[in-house]
């Protein structure tokens, strides 16, 4: 089986963040660990402009997403796109689903939060926030996805800030949620998502990871941190049991925005944990 292909993709125009260049600090720091063979996607420099439509940046989202597709395309192996907002995560899960098939690719959402908000409601008009609505298949014409993520097969993981707007959307659609476990061992949640994803009747995970699941306490390099998060060994556990139980399709790996260099260096080696957690299962799709 062929090892997993790295895709350095240094967005940052989906976060609502005015620090959102920080991402671009962190995916610099990220690329020194990451295999000579990574695929670096060109990102435009501007912000962009809204297309007439209510996504803040959508025009320099599109050219990423496209143009990490194109990288994508040339690719035979599973691939793990690193260093951009949760926005990044729209080309690696579209080309998994073109692949496997969305009736049998369970992805799972590691997220505090759930990235649900549709465009005509979104306080902020920030991509990020509505990357998982558009991966269902609803939102700006040009980004929702024409053949979408099965709502069955789709699973958040230790997500726990939730708007209004998106409780009700979780529970129309009755997506499934892990949370975060009561009981701060690793092994509740790494069997729950197991347990799961055996459930699912998939063959293949996607698997999405924005930092912010982390809890603060252990990880300080994101944007939006939020109280009472996973540990970073039940995060990673759960992805090794994950990627040992169905194969991985493809990964994200989003939002390391650190402030600074010592920032960067503190948590690296946090980020890197993740990365040998989904390398780790031995099952990579052919």
Same mark, same amino acid.
């Given at each position: ?10 967005? &940052? ?30 990102? *435009?420099?501007?912000?962009?402009? $809204? ?57 799972? &959402? ?37 053949? *979408? /993520? ?6 958040? /993981? ?8 998106? /409780? ?34 998939? $063959? ?69 944990? /993740?990365?040998?957690?989904? $390398? ?7």
């Amino acid at each position: 089986m062929p090892g997993p292909a790295y895709i350095l993709m240094a967005e &940052w125009q989906g976060s609502s963040s005015s620090r959102a260049m920080q991402l671009v600090e962190g995916a610099s720091a990220i690329r020194e660990d990451l295999p000579s063979t990574t695929v670096e996607v060109p990102v *435009p420099l501007g912000a962009g402009d $809204t297309l007439g439509t209510p996504a803040l940046r959508l025009s320099s989202v599109l050219r990423s997403r496209d143009a990490a597709a194109q990288a994508l395309r040339a690719l035979n192996a599973p691939h793990i796109t690193v260093g951009g907002d949760c926005a990044s995560t729209f080309a690696g899960l579209a080309a998994s689903i073109a692949r496997h098939g969305a009736d049998r690719l369970a992805v799972l &959402w590691f997220d505090a939060h759930p990235d649900l908000h549709h465009p005509a409601t979104s306080p902020s008009g920030a991509i990020s926030g509505m990357a998982l609505r558009h991966a269902l298949g609803e939102g700006v014409e040009d980004l929702a996805f024409a053949d *979408p /993520v099965r709502q069955e097969l789709l699973t958040l /993981v230790g997500t726990r800030a939730f708007d209004d707007e998106e /409780v009700v959307e979780v529970a129309s659609r009755g997506i499934a949620h892990i949370a975060v476990p009561a009981d701060p061992g690793h092994d509740a949640l790494a069997q729950a998502v197991r347990d799961r994803l055996r459930s699912t009747g998939a $063959t293949h995970v996607y698997v999405h990871i924005d930092l912010d699941v982390l809890d603060p306490a252990e990880f300080t390099a994101v944007h939006a941190p939020e109280p009472f998060g996973l540990s970073l060994s039940q995060l990673t556990e759960s992805v090794r049991i994950a990627v040992a139980t169905l194969p991985l399709a493809g990964a994200t790996i989003s939002e390391f925005a650190p402030r600074d260099a010592a920032a960067a260096a503190a948590d690296l080696p946090s980020v890197l944990r /993740v990365l040998a957690a989904l $390398t780790s299962g031995g099952r990579q799709a052919a």
